[in-house]
């Protein structure tokens, strides 16, 4: 069976899909590995290592995707226009990618359309046998580290205290704005380089975790605040008053810090503002905003994607595709998910793909299959008041199950063109219980086989997690 591993063409993107690690143990498992010559230049991988691990070193794209049953991305394929991969991708391929569902309504069109069948390795569900494939954490942990060393870049000061003989000089004081994944990790970076950390975030559970890295938990620490948090680990929706409170006490904070790290994503959403402009304006000059969330229209309202910007003598650091400025390491730990990843779906005995569209974490990440876009959690996402969305710190994997079931009971799944029918498609709900409707629309979410009798028909994908498997550290080992 044939593996394609394509060079990454979209912007920013210097990651690439497999290592010399993970293509030899593709070839140990009977697979024909296809590497787009130069795939991994970029991540210091060159096709020599490859070829030595097993590989076949294809001379362009449409040579290496030719006759490809499964490809393995980081970016999700490209739809369209001069660089076009669903040309050259045989319909019933399966694409495995990071594809950022919530903001690709086209191309998941497009890629119901040619028929293939692509998992998002964004959406792998938060249980413990998923950890080994959890590529936010990953990414994010990584993204953390490196948000401290790219602000401590344009930085004008010393991060720890100095005592000299000419004078003592005052450590930084850094604000972590945010205790996912890549905010615990800023901490412990922050404060390995010797500065005064504080960090904030909206779950209570955050403050045991912050404190154990040596950092002060900053928050209003109010009734509201300890039931601010889900059975899920996600954040409750908090009232204008408690939101108020907060948003005094964040302002005071930052305008006596020296640098702020912000890093608050909400899947599906655009990123929540934390830093307004008049709090860039309070700021010490020669202090420093390093934006995580830029991609995603940003924590702080001044950000600029893809640039450092100065406004009121404040350094805003916004680069894009933080994980990918350290690709070397990002490409490998992204490389090991996407093979943990990959062993569901490959039969070791029969050296060929079976996929059992019963598993937890397949049915949690497949998006398109068949002519059609199968994850309820993609039915009109864009149409969620709100108020009512559930946020979550950054790096979080998906909607949770409260999310995904309000989404099936609003609307069907959207139908694409292709005349071929989806074993998952589902019909528009009728106006009923809503207990009754996201039963329905949750039972026929993921896509079965062609043979498989109706009764056995999977269970729903937003079955709740068997156990919380964040870290205690939130990914900061």
Avoid at 331 to 345: D, G, H, I, R, T
Wanted: hydrophobic share 40%; glycine share 6%.
């Amino acid at each position: 069976m044939k593996i394609a591993i394509p060079k990454e063409r979209r912007p920013n993107e210097t990651r690439v899909a497999a290592s010399p690690e993970t293509v030899k143990k593709l070839a140990a498992l009977g697979c024909d590995v296809f590497v787009e010559k130069g795939a991994g230049v970029a991540a210091s991988f060159t096709d020599t290592a490859y070829k030595d691990a097993g590989a076949t070193i294809g001379k362009d794209a449409a040579t290496t995707y030719k006759d490809a049953k499964a490809v393995l991305k980081v970016q999700k394929p490209i739809a369209g226009g001069k660089d076009d991969e669903l040309k050259v991708l045989p319909k019933g391929t399966i694409v495995v990618s990071i594809a950022d569902p919530y903001r690709s309504e086209k191309e998941l069109d497009a890629y119901a359309k040619a028929g293939l069948t692509a998992f998002a390795m964004d959406f792998v569900p938060r249980i413990t046998r998923a950890q080994s494939m959890d590529v936010l954490s990953s990414q994010s942990n990584l993204a953390g580290y490196k948000s401290v060393l790219d602000g401590a870049a344009v930085f004008n000061r010393a991060f720890p205290m100095m005592m000299t003989a000419a004078g003592t000089i005052a450590p930084a004081k850094v604000f972590v704005m945010g205790a996912g994944v890549a905010g615990l990790q800023a901490i412990a970076t922050a404060r390995r380089l010797g500065a005064v950390v504080s960090a904030t975030d909206v779950r209570p559970a955050s403050k045991e975790q912050v404190e154990s890295l040596g950092a002060k938990f900053v928050a209003v620490e109010d009734d509201e605040f300890k039931q601010a948090e889900t059975a899920g680990g996600y954040a409750k929706e908090m009232s204008d008053a408690y939101k108020a409170k907060q948003a005094t006490l964040i302002a005071e904070t930052i305008a006596k810090v020296d640098m702020v790290i912000t890093t608050a994503l909400i899947p599906g959403r655009p990123a929540p503002v934390l830093v307004t402009a008049e709090m860039v304006k309070s700021m010490k000059p020669g202090s420093v905003i390093v934006d995580l969330a830029v991609e995603n229209g940003g924590n702080c309202e001044l950000s600029v994607a893809g640039k450092v910007v100065e406004k009121d003598g404040v350094s805003i650091v916004g680069y894009n595709n933080v994980p990918g400025r350290l690709a070397t390491d990002a490409s490998s730990l992204y490389a090991k998910n996407v093979f943990n990843f990959f062993e569901l779906l490959f039969d070791k005995e029969a050296k060929e793909l079976k996929i059992d569209w019963n598993d937890e974490i397949i049915k949690g990440t497949c998006v398109t299959h068949e002519g059609s876009i199968v994850h309820p959690a993609l039915a009109h996402t864009e149409k969620k008041p709100a108020s009512k969305t559930e946020t979550a710190a950054e790096g979080e994997p998906a909607t949770p199950k409260s999310a995904a079931q309000k989404t099936a009971v609003k609307a069907p799944v959207r139908k694409t063109t292709t005349t071929k029918k989806a074993p998952s498609k589902r019909a528009p709900a009728k106006k009923t219980t809503a207990k009754k409707t996201t039963k329905a629309a949750a039972n026929k979410a993921a896509p079965k086989p062609k043979a498989a009798p109706e009764k056995a028909s999977a269970k729903p994908a937003e079955s709740k997690p068997e156990t919380n498997t964040e870290p205690k550290d939130r990914g900061d080992a």
